[in-house]
């Protein structure tokens, strides 16, 4: 069961270790992670996507996350409406008779162009992960040359204080 958590956590060394130290000690599987400053300087917002088996284990994994040191709130926005996003940037290989087709594939997707060379594109895309995994999939076919992911950044809709 893919659970999405949030953790606001202060701003200091060691902190993203023990957090998933806590997670990897309990067996749990990161399918990703990102972390980024907030509105409030000095304090970070941590989203995984982890892979837990029952409800129980969720509300475990909260309570021990709570505990750590520089760690503020923990959330499991699951079952929450969420605003969740994942940027991705995918060189792909092309030569000048395809470089046309890819414009005309990725234009579906809102995805935009980054970078032009003679042999590839590098293509940014941002969206759910369903959207991102989609021209992932397409371009396949080209030959993706690269590919990085930023894992989902989400967190609730409307008012959160």
Do not use: C, W
Not at 47 to 60: A, D, G, K, L, R
Not at 83 to 103: S, W
């Amino acid at each position: 069961m893919r659970r999405i958590i949030t953790a606001t956590v202060k701003d200091s060394s060691g902190v993203l270790n023990r957090v998933t130290g806590l997670l990897s000690k309990r067996g749990f599987n990161i399918n990703s992670i990102t972390v980024g400053g907030t509105e409030t300087a000095g304090i970070s917002k941590m989203t995984f996507e982890v892979n837990i088996t029952s409800p129980s284990q969720s509300e475990q994994v909260i309570k021990q996350l709570n505990k750590q040191i520089d760690v503020i709130k923990v959330m499991d926005i699951t079952d929450q409406q969420i605003v969740a996003r994942e940027l991705a940037l995918i060189k792909v290989t092309t030569t000048p008779t395809t470089r046309h087709e890819i414009y005309g594939v990725i234009n579906p997707f809102r995805a935009r162009v980054l970078d032009v060379a003679k042999d590839s594109l590098t293509i940014e895309v941002t969206g759910k992960t369903d959207k991102v995994d989609a021209i992932i999939d397409l371009l396949s076919s080209y030959g993706i040359k690269e590919l990085a992911r930023t894992g989902i950044t989400a967190f609730p809709r409307g008012k959160n204080k």
